[in-house]
T-cell receptor, first 116, second 114 residues
Framework: AQSVTQLGSHVSVSEGALVLLRCNYS??????LFWYVQYPNQGLQLLLK??????LVKGINGFEAEFKKSETSFHLTKPSAHMSDAAEYFC??????????????FGQGTELSVKP | NAGVTQTPKFQVLKTGQSMTLQCAQD?????MYWYRQDPGMGLRLIYY???????DKGEVPNGYNVSRLNKREFSLRLESAAPSQTSVYFC?????????????FGSGTRLTVV
């Protein structure tokens, strides 16, 4: 079984400050991990993914995440927040095992606010 | 590139009415999924279709049925709508059997059941 926990349903940062969104996962098999972003009234857009290659993954819009197996974590960071980063962010996990359907299990989401 | 197209974008139903949410993808993806999104609960999988001709239940299938009409289309049907089914519904697709590819999402259907 797999699950994802995102710590903090709301995070607020000032423009230019570090963004840190936390994600911990549980998986009985080697996981694939994803971060998605959702802007208001839109669908979800893939930010980045970990698929067992490099543990530090770079995504779009200056975001990156590091896979830490010992901590079962996949936290999302950005060195300097921009007003346009305000959105809801979802962490998700899937099995890396072939023929398990590729189903994504999502966390509860973290809403990021950016203050001027 | 249309990607994943969902119709309608908005719908209001009365309790007990039925409706079908439509989803079509033009990326030649094998797998398609239906999720519902509720505040504070993230996205929960309703049904999925790993490949054309197959469908399986997800986490919250009660009150829903699906049809994989062909490789492109995957519809979600509410036979007798209930207020608890008020939600935003997302369709997604992926290039199965490559689980590392992630999904492409539609823009959602906002459903209100009164």
């Amino acid at each position: 079984a797999q699950s994802v926990t995102q710590l903090g349903s709301h995070v607020s940062v000032s423009e230019g400050a570090l963004v840190l969104l936390r994600c911990n996962y549980s998986s009985s098999v080697p996981p694939y991990l994803f971060w998605y972003v959702q802007y208001p009234n839109q669908g979800l857009q893939l930010l980045l993914k970990y698929t067992s290659a490099a543990t530090l993954v770079k995504g779009i819009n200056g975001f990156e995440a590091e896979f830490k197996k010992s901590e079962t974590s996949f936290h999302l960071t950005k060195p300097s927040a921009h007003m346009s980063d305000a959105a809801e962010y979802f962490c998700a996990v899937s099995s890396s095992i072939y023929n398990q359907g590729g189903k994504l299990i999502f966390g509860q989401g973290t809403e990021l606010s950016v203050k001027p | 590139n249309a990607g994943v197209t969902q119709t309608p974008k908005f719908q209001v139903l009365k309790t007990g009415q039925s409706m079908t949410l439509q989803c079509a993808q033009d990326m030649n993806h094998n797998s398609m999924y239906w999720y519902r999104q509720d505040p504070g609960m993230g996205l929960r999988l309703i049904y999925y279709s790993a490949s054309e001709g197959t469908t399986d239940k997800g986490e919250v299938p009660n009150g829903y049925n699906v049809s994989r009409l062909n490789k492109r289309e995957f519809s979600l049907r509410l036979e007798s709508a209930a207020p608890s089914q008020t939600s935003v519904y997302f369709c997604a697709s992926s290039e199965y059997p490559q689980p590392g590819e992630g999904y492409t999402f539609g823009s959602g259907t906002r459903l209100t059941v009164v």
